[in-house]
């Protein structure tokens, strides 16, 4: 039924809220025998994630999901994210790349503050300013969640139907580097890219299509085949344009926080036996 190994997780270095330690206990109650920690644009919790896999005997694979931009037909960019996994974390290039990331998202935080600061319901407070003094990855989650936090919104969800999905109020994206330069980075950085959740893209098949050619056609490893919610449709969809391409399958929760059953550790359906796991290639430690 299961794979045992999750191979997208956040932390509390970026969107989740378990630090690595607890994130690789939950892993162990779980049972799985892999685990990888893919945090938005850092690296940050990778060190305390791979020391807490070794004490409790669990495969440990570095990870980063890198955000990308990936221009439109119709003008505009959408924000697509890559995987990088088994990914060497102290090279020079992962590193400048990080600390430019980490600008971009501070400059997009703060011009998503001032936008909805603007708003009626604001009252002149900017969701931002407080964010931006902490030290993990800033996204638009941790703004969901003082939109809720606030009374401005019902859940996060709520909030980004409102606020900050693309056409809201508070969306601004930004300049972020290519689909193709990301998958680049990551194999300069001795890691396989695996295409995050394409089935969750708003793009038509053709479009979809073009997307993944060009991760292909940029060295690109693999697709996101099997993750929860994903209906046998979206998985058999994903896994034909992984095998059209000649692209492994990768699997994984995108586990943000215990508190959502929809996104549970560990658990989704296994890889189909046509997909080669991209499993196969990596070397957890
Ligand atoms: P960011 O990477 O700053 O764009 O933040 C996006 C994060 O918010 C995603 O990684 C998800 O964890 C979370 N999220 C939750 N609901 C949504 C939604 N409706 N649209 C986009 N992101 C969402
Ligand atoms: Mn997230
Ligand atoms: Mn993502
Ligand atoms: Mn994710």
């Avoid at 980063?64 to 119709?74: F, K, Q, S």
Wanted: charged letters at 20%.
């Amino acid at each position: 039924m299961f794979d045992l190994i999750d191979l997208h997780t956040h932390s509390l270095h970026s969107d989740g809220l378990l630090s690595p330690t607890a994130l690789v206990a939950l892993a162990a109650t779980r049972g799985l025998k892999v685990l990888a920690l893919t945090d938005h644009d850092s690296i940050a919790g990778c060190a305390e994630a791979h020391a807490a896999c070794s004490a409790a005997g669990i495969g440990f694979v570095s990870g980063v999901e890198l955000t990308a931009g990936w221009p439109m037909r119709g003008g505009g960019t959408i924000e697509i994210h890559v995987v990088g996994l088994g990914i060497d974390l102290e090279h020079p290039a992962l590193v400048t790349h990080l600390s430019a990331q980490a600008q971009r998202r501070a400059m997009r935080v703060a011009s998503i503050g001032a936008k909805l600061a603007r708003e009626r319901d604001f009252a002149g407070w900017d969701p931002a300013t407080e964010l931006l003094a902490q030290p993990m990855t800033p996204t638009r989650m941790h703004i969901a969640r003082a939109l809720v936090a606030r009374g401005l919104a019902r859940d996060p969800q709520h909030a980004f139907d409102r606020w900050l999905s693309r056409g809201k109020p508070g969306y601004t994206t930004s300049q972020w580097p290519e689909v193709a330069a990301t998958v680049r980075l990551i194999g300069e950085c001795r890691g396989h890219s695996a295409l995050a959740h394409a089935h969750r893209y708003k793009l038509s098949h053709c479009a979809l299509h073009e997307l993944v050619a060009a991760f292909a056609a940029a060295g690109g490893n693999a697709l996101e085949v099997s993750l929860p919610g994903m209906s046998q449709n979206e998985t058999a969809r994903i896994g034909a344009l992984a095998r059209s391409f000649g692209l492994a399958g990768s699997v994984g929760s995108d586990f943000h926080e215990p508190g959502l059953p929809w996104r549970p550790l560990g658990r989704f359906a296994k890889l189909p036996d046509q997909i080669a796991p991209l499993l196969a290639r990596l070397s957890p430690r």
